[in-house]
């Protein structure tokens, strides 16, 4: 499958720990995207890497939220401090240098807070 | 797995018949729109998408209408079949602009 991969599928933790989710994007994309969504609505933009650059991070909720994509080829997105609130779908997605508004989504990641 | 679905508009269909799902957007400066279907506990997947200098565009089963006038797109699936079934965005942007703005979204429901 050469599509974008996203581990875990399924996280559940505790109120208060820190949660990090993978991304692996389309392996010739070199953006990629982190989006929230929660149930019922579409998804919700959060931040996005060209290659290793950070290029918008202004969107991301709040300073527990941050991510990494140190060698331009797959990505984190860590959480600390978990709360109730952050259970969401945490989807990636990626595109190409060529066609870069045309965003090829993974699975998700669905995290519940307890 | 859990319905993306609750308190979204839907559509009920039967199978064989061709189904129309709209959607408004909001920035007038938006040039680049695609629809995406999302089943139950999936990711979104790319059905089809258009540019602002067209206002048709035609796939397999699937024809994206574009009205920039009143800023209103259109999907149309013929011959709908049960595994249409899932929650229809659409998405916007515009050059220069990296990120997409999705829409409420859309519940098909094709009933055999």
């Known amino acids: 499958d050469t599509g974008v991969s996203q581990n875990p599928r399924h996280k559940i933790t505790k109120r208060g720990q820190n949660v990090t989710f993978r991304c692996d994007p389309i392996?010739?994309?070199?953006?990629l995207y982190w989006y929230r969504q929660t149930l019922g609505q579409g998804p919700e933009f959060l931040t996005y890497f060209q290659n290793e650059a950070q290029l918008e991070k202004s969107r991301l909720l709040s300073d527990r939220f941050s991510a990494e994509r140190p060698k331009g080829s797959f990505s984190t997105l860590e959480i600390q401090r978990t709360e109730q609130g952050d259970s969401a779908m945490y989807l990636c997605?990626?595109?190409?240098?060529?066609?870069?508004?045309?965003?090829?989504f993974g699975p998700g990641t669905r995290l519940t807070v307890l | 797995g859990e319905s993306v679905g609750l308190h979204l508009p839907t559509l009920s269909v039967q199978e064989g018949d061709n189904s129309i799902i709209n959607c408004a957007y909001s920035n007038s400066a938006s040039d680049y729109f695609i629809w995406y279907k999302q089943e139950s506990g999936k990711g979104p997947q790319f059905i089809i998408d258009i540019r602002s200098n067209m206002d048709k565009r035609q796939g397999q089963r699937v024809t994206v209408l574009l009205n920039k006038t009143v800023k209103h797109l259109s999907l149309q699936i013929a011959a709908t079949q049960p595994g249409d079934s899932a929650v229809y965005f659409c998405a916007e942007t515009y050059s220069g602009y990296s990120t997409l703005t999705f829409g409420k979204g859309t519940m098909l429901l094709v009933s055999p």
């Open positions: 997605a990626s595109s190409s240098m060529t066609t870069v508004n045309t965003q090829y």
């Open positions: 392996s010739e994309h070199n953006r």
